[in-house]
């Protein structure tokens, strides 16, 4: 299981992953747009789904468990022993 922390932008242009950035307290995340609109988890679901997507895991492998509500969310992600070195790399793009 491997923790990544993301800011999400709901209602943008399009899905994308914009890569890391850092904010004024330090904290680095990983900064993610989606379509979707921030109500009834529509946003969160496509979170999900736009990052398993570009993991290449299923859907069912990526989960929102911290900051439901906010633009900054912690999410669970179960894969191969080598992603946490690919995850590593998104960090630093």
């Known amino acids: 299981m ?5 800011r999400v932008q709901p209602n943008a242009s399009a899905d994308r992953i914009e ?6 307290a330090g904290r680095t995340y990983l900064k993610v747009r ?3 609109v921030p109500e009834d988890g529509k946003a ?4 999900e789904k736009l990052l398993a997507k570009h ?11 911290t900051g439901g509500k906010n633009r900054l969310k912690g ?3 179960d894969g191969p022993p080598d992603l946490a ?4 790399g998104m ?3």
């Open 55 to 65: 993991l290449g895991l299923p859907k069912s492998a990526v989960r929102v468990v």
């Open 75 to 77: 999410l669970d992600i």
């Open 34 to 36: 989606v379509r979707a």
């Open 2 to 6: 491997h923790r990544l922390t993301v």
């Open 91 to 93: 960090m630093r793009e």
């Open 19 to 24: 890569g890391p950035e850092t904010d004024a």
């Open 85 to 88: 070195a690919v995850l590593a």
């Open 44 to 47: 969160n679901a496509a979170v």
